[in-house]
């Protein structure tokens, strides 16, 4: 494997439907969000992981400007995983975090990601809230 991992490397809007869509599977919108807008415009940053010129992992790294990071929606192609990538990932956000003056690095996960996010990346467990809005919510 030709591997290489980038801060705020180089990507297009297809490429990235394509991980994404094999992380979490087809969403209704699927090719149609501009992910290298949104990025570029509400993120810290993020990292691309290649194989040669194949995008096999990415991250998005959000933050408040201040002293906490999040990481949003770390992915990695199914024919890669299980080879490090993803810790690598994650491995590059602390560190940029770090460069950016962050205290804090967040990351909200299901449970059977226990492993990978405590014991391989060495967060802290801790509690978390989540609603959807879209689901159960209206506007008052």
């Known amino acids: 494997m030709n591997k290489s991992l980038t801060w705020r490397g180089k990507f297009d809007n297809a490429e990235y ?24 415009k509400h ?22 400007g201040h002293l906490h990071a999040w990481i949003q929606d770390l992915m990695v192609a199914p024919g890669a995983r299980h080879e490090g990538i993803g810790t690598e990932l994650v491995r590059e956000v602390r560190n940029e975090s770090l460069r950016a003056g962050c205290e804090w690095l967040h990351v909200d996960f299901e449970d059977h990601l226990v492993n990978f996010y405590v014991n391989s990346c060495g967060f802290d467990a801790s509690s978390a809230g989540l609603i959807n809005l879209k689901g159960r919510w209206a506007v008052d």
């Open 43 to 64: 993120s810290m940053g993020w990292v691309t992981a290649r194989d040669s010129e194949v995008l096999v992992g990415f991250v998005n790294v959000i933050w408040d």
């Open 17 to 40: 439907h394509t991980l994404h869509d094999d992380a979490f599977g087809p969403s209704h919108e699927s090719g149609t969000v501009d992910w290298q807008l949104l990025t570029g």
